[in-house]
């Protein structure tokens, strides 16, 4: 893209959030399971941006000055899109992993460590009315403001245990979105059952129609 180009014009379209943590629903970007057939719904700077607003990382100004500074340095703006794809991938190893109880690679953890020296950087103790808090500076002129806060938050589940260790991954035939199991006995199969959950329980209900035995040697419980 020539520099003073118009960026790609953002989807716009309506994302998910069902991962219950910021750094999860990052991952859940990208539909159907890596390794197969995916569909990525992060195609550009500008969705990218949309997905952020989405999330609650950016408000609407700030989402309305980046746009605006990637309208006018576009090369930059994809240079951090690569960055931020990167990153999504790296976190998302990182968690997947850790839900099959295997061990993370150093590759992934060294592209999270990257982004967090770069970003640190841009955080300040301010002042509240109930005390002091962590804030970001944000900076119109910053195209990789979004990525700082992705990191952290990717940080920061790592290093909360008790969320850390029951991050799940959907069971779904064609999903792997990640998410916190926070159920009862920790036994969420299903990024959301409205969706994942009733595709099974159609193919399970298919299934013990044209095989009524195989279904009772073979019973499946589906809980979220």
């Not at 605006?68 to 998302?92: C, D, F, M, Q, W």
């Not at 997947?96 to 970003?119: D, M, V």
């Not at 944000?138 to 969320?163: K, W």
């Amino acid at each position: 893209m020539v520099e003073g180009t118009a960026p790609v014009v953002p989807t716009q379209k309506k994302f998910d959030f069902i991962g219950r943590h910021l750094c999860l629903d990052f991952c859940n970007t990208v539909g159907g399971k890596r390794g197969g057939v995916t569909r990525e719904y992060l195609n550009s700077y500008a969705d990218f941006i949309v997905w952020c607003e989405q999330a609650a990382l950016l408000s609407k100004v700030q989402a309305r000055f980046l746009m605006e500074g990637a309208a006018k340095h576009p090369t930059e703006a994809n240079e951090v899109y690569s960055r931020a794809v990167e990153l999504r991938e790296a976190i998302y190893k990182i968690f997947h992993a850790l839900s099959e109880q295997r061990k993370h690679s150093k590759i992934e953890l060294s592209k999270l460590y990257s982004e967090l020296a770069q970003a640190l950087g841009r955080l300040r103790i301010a002042a509240t009315t109930d005390g002091f808090r962590w804030e970001w500076t944000h900076s119109e002129d910053a195209l990789d403001d979004p990525l700082g806060p992705l990191a952290r938050a990717a940080a920061d589940l790592l290093t909360r245990e008790a969320d850390c260790g029951h991050v799940g991954q959907c069971q779904g035939e064609t999903c792997g979105w990640l998410f916190i199991d926070s159920s009862k006995n920790h036994s969420r199969r299903w990024c959301d059952m409205r969706d994942c959950g009733n595709r099974a329980k159609v193919r399970r209900h298919r299934k013990r129609i044209a095989n009524p035995k195989s279904e009772l040697r073979n019973p499946e419980t589906e809980t979220h």
